[in-house]
């Protein structure tokens, strides 16, 4: 059903699926869904996110697990910036992600935010933009989910946002 929906993002490159064991991944480029350095989701980035959520409000008994991801490339402190570093900016992203699927339909009990920042890179540093994505973790079980790498020394854990109701317009 997902890959029929998202067709040309996935031609496009904009949109990755991967299957491992019991999860499906979604993984959406930041670009795609927002502008460098913000927050705010585009149009586009909304639509393709409504039509994720259109599709997962079928599966009932999965949960899902949004997260953020950025690259190891800092932040420039500029006083005209909203977010001071990357933990700062993904944990927004990720609301905004996580509040849009809500938005479109999908129980705020099942869906679990997550940061990640620089901890689990999918390329080095030579092709950022593929570090710099939304992840969309589909799964029967958030606690029987294993994600793909471990934490590297030296690196925070993911922190968890909680979501606990859809904000309305």
Same mark, same amino acid.
């Given at each position: 059903?997902?890959? $029929?929906?998202?067709?040309? *993002?996935?031609?496009?490159?904009?949109?990755?699926?991967?299957?491992?064991?019991?999860?499906?991944?979604?993984?959406?480029?930041?670009?795609?869904? @927002?502008?460098?350095? *913000?927050?705010?989701?585009?149009?586009? $980035?909304?639509?393709?996110?409504?039509?994720? =959520?259109?599709?997962?409000?079928? @599966?009932?008994?999965?949960?899902?697990?949004?997260?953020?991801?950025?690259?190891?490339?800092?932040?420039?402190?500029?006083?005209?910036?909203?977010?001071?570093?990357?933990?700062?900016?993904?944990?927004?992203?990720?609301?905004?992600?996580?509040?849009?699927?809500?938005?479109? =339909?999908?129980?705020?009990?099942?869906?679990?935010?997550?940061?990640?920042?620089?901890?689990?890179?999918?390329?080095?540093?030579?092709?950022?933009?593929?570090?710099?994505?939304?992840?969309?973790?589909?799964?029967?079980?958030?606690? $029987?989910?294993?994600?793909?790498?471990?934490?590297?020394? $030296?690196?925070?854990?993911?922190?968890?946002?909680?979501?606990?109701?859809?904000?309305?317009?």
């Amino acid at each position: 059903a997902l890959s $029929g929906t998202l067709g040309e *993002e996935l031609k496009r490159g904009t949109v990755a699926l991967r299957q491992e064991r019991a999860a499906l991944t979604l993984a959406l480029t930041s670009s795609e869904l @927002f502008p460098p350095g *913000e927050a705010v989701i585009t149009p586009g $980035g909304s639509s393709l996110i409504g039509q994720i =959520g259109a599709v997962l409000q079928k @599966f009932r008994y999965r949960n899902i697990e949004v997260t953020a991801h950025t690259d190891t490339k800092p932040i420039r402190n500029d006083s005209r910036k909203l977010f001071r570093d990357n933990l700062e900016l993904s944990r927004a992203r990720v609301e905004q992600a996580s509040q849009a699927l809500i938005d479109s =339909g999908v129980d705020a009990a099942r869906v679990k935010a997550v940061v990640y920042t620089t901890t689990k890179p999918m390329d080095t540093d030579e092709s950022r933009n593929r570090n710099r994505r939304i992840e969309i973790v589909v799964s029967s079980s958030l606690a $029987g989910h294993s994600p793909q790498g471990k934490l590297q020394p $030296g690196k925070k854990p993911p922190q968890s946002i909680s979501l606990s109701s859809p904000r309305r317009p």
